[in-house]
């Protein structure tokens, strides 16, 4: 696979169901607001810096609108 960008896996962890998973990062992005895959509740993932591979979770009040 070549790599076309500098794309990262983070790993969180659902604070209302402790269900764990995987994120991709963009580059330069800081924040990701995801549903929980498993719960759906929206979640506020921020990186904790380049070399972190775990996230800091918040839960968010709403998805945003795309
Ligand atoms: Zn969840």
């Known amino acids: 696979m070549p790599r ?4 990262r896996l983070g790993a969180y962890r659902c604070p209302v169901c402790s269900y764990r998973d995987l994120v991709v990062l963009e580059p330069g992005v800081e924040r990701h607001i995801i549903p929980c895959a498993h ?3 929206p979640l506020d993932l921020s ?7 775990t996230l800091a979770v918040q ?4 998805l945003p609108s795309t």
């Open 39 to 41: 719960c759906e509740t």
């Open 47 to 53: 990186t904790r810096g380049a070399h972190s591979l």
């Open 59 to 62: 839960i968010a009040e709403r």
């Open 4 to 7: 076309l960008s500098k794309s």
